[in-house]
């Protein structure tokens, strides 16, 4: 069991970064498809008016989806360093405990939003930016999400955790049934059944479920380096501090993601209405389909990177982020001239409405300005994620959504009207980017001071 992952330490890097790396950007092109698939199959359940309203309550939503994503992430990344390090120096038992503390934590985050959801969610989704038309659709999407949040975090957690390891393969299969499940469930729910968003919502908590289920397997059945036992449940303080302490930036990345949807559904509210709401919506989800495969494209950065930061290898950690950060500004250019250049054609796969098509055109087109070199700050959070870094990891993840975004849009709506909140997007991008630059210099000059291999992975500056 203890040599399954080290053939991280060995392999060519641009070829253990293209093998691990793969599985992750299909799964996640796959996972925005489905995200894709269900405003799709939403926006023709409903007619044109009533459609725009329905996309809108999805839109309005969102930000309380975001939060389960952003429990599951601290959960799962902050694991998957654990893990990783703990593999690279053959400590086997300390990753077990933090693969069974995972599955005791989500258990329990689970549980207390099923109990949420039975609670009166208006006000909150007034707060989010919910229209009076918009609001029953929020509602009664949310409502199906909440109840089954413990599929979403053990879900995504547990994907991480088998991506540290160096298998991903099988992450990548385990969220391709999840998404198939979904794709098929949709139009089955929507359609067959007559239950507009909330079938949409019934068919994600299900597909996740099961995805969860197959994972939990994996792990039970002794194919994985991290055998899990029902008494690796038992909390560890310490390493739930540590879990918590180097996911809390992506959480909180994810958190603030969360924050700034709600900030950005207020201003469009008062800049452009319920048509506004919609069109970020579906702008926000074509978006997905290049930022999901740059966080795929990390997915395979992360094991080399802790893997052989544990395991006394430096220079491969190095090598290893600059082929990633080549990979995820060619890939992010290539998302920008599409998007740039064919938004009506895009936006005009969900609606026909004039008023959308032509508020889209325009959004979009702000909208991306920064796509082709955000994946550096997708690809230097994720480093120090997996060096253990807690604190350069926690302000690259927040760097974005908070230190850049949310002074943008508040100060842009004020000088350029709507045009404004689209502008503060790729302002805040090419922001973020910069500050990362910053941050990998600096780690890079630290490295090349380390002597020798058998110093590499104590340096613990921050």
Not at 229 to 238: A, N, R, S, T, V
Not at 262 to 289: C, E
Not at 330 to 343: D, I, K, Q, R
Not at 376 to 384: E, K, Q, S, W, Y
Request: overall charge positive; charged content about 15%; proline content about 4%.
């Amino acid at each position: 069991m203890e040599g399954k992952s080290d053939f991280l330490g060995r392999e060519e890097i641009k070829k253990l970064l293209f093998k691990l790396s793969l599985p992750g950007i299909i799964a996640m092109v796959v996972q925005a498809f489905y995200n894709v698939v269900d405003t799709f199959f939403v926006a023709k359940a409903y007619g044109a008016d009533e459609s725009i309203l329905a996309i809108g309550g999805l839109t309005v939503a969102f930000p309380i989806q975001m939060i389960l994503i952003g429990i599951a992430v601290l959960l799962g990344t902050g694991s998957a360093s654990v893990i990783s390090r703990a593999l690279g120096a053959k400590e086997i038992e300390r990753a077990r405990r933090a693969l069974g503390n995972v599955y005791s934590a989500g258990l329990v985050m689970g549980v207390l939003f099923f109990v949420l959801s039975f609670s009166d969610l208006s006000p909150i989704l007034k707060a989010f930016g919910a229209t009076e038309g918009i609001m029953p659709y929020a509602v009664e999407y949310i409502k199906v999400i909440l109840a089954g949040a413990i599929t979403c975090i053990l879900g995504i957690a547990v994907q991480n955790i088998v991506r540290a390891e160096g298998n991903a393969r099988f992450s990548m299969n385990a969220m391709l049934l999840g998404a198939g499940l979904n794709i098929v469930l949709d139009p089955l729910l929507i359609f067959g059944f007559g239950m507009g968003v909330r079938g949409a919502a019934l068919a994600t908590v299900f597909s996740q479920g099961v995805s969860a289920l197959w994972i939990l397997h994996y792990f039970l059945a002794g194919k994985s380096a991290v055998h899990f036992g029902f008494e690796m449940l038992k909390p560890d303080i310490g390493i739930l501090k540590e879990i918590a302490a180097i996911g809390a930036g992506p959480f909180v990345m994810d958190i603030s993601q969360s924050v700034t949807m709600i900030f950005v559904n207020a201003a469009l509210a008062v800049y452009g209405g319920d048509v506004a709401i919609a069109v970020y919506g579906l702008i926000f989800r074509l978006f997905s389909f290049v930022f999901m495969p740059l966080i795929g494209l990390s997915f395979g950065l992360q094991p080399i990177a802790g893997y052989n930061y544990g395991a006394g290898k430096p220079e491969r950690v190095v090598k290893a982020v600059k082929i990633a950060a080549l990979g995820a500004v060619s890939f992010g250019t290539a998302g920008f001239l599409v998007m740039f250049l064919f938004p009506q054609q895009l936006l005009s796969i969900f609606s026909s409405d004039p008023a959308l098509l032509d508020l889209g055109k325009t959004a979009m087109r702000i909208f991306v300005f920064g796509m082709p070199l955000v994946g550096i700050n997708i690809i230097g959070a994720t480093l120090f994620q997996a060096l253990g870094r807690a604190r350069p990891s926690f302000i690259l993840s927040v760097s974005r959504p908070i230190l850049f975004f949310l002074p943008m849009v508040f100060l842009l709506p004020r000088l350029y009207n709507l045009n404004g909140v689209w502008a503060a997007f790729p302002v805040a991008d090419l922001m973020a980017v910069v500050l990362t630059l910053l941050f990998l210099f600096r780690e890079h000059r630290i490295f090349q001071q380390i002597p020798g291999p058998e110093n590499a992975g104590m340096e613990n500056s921050s």
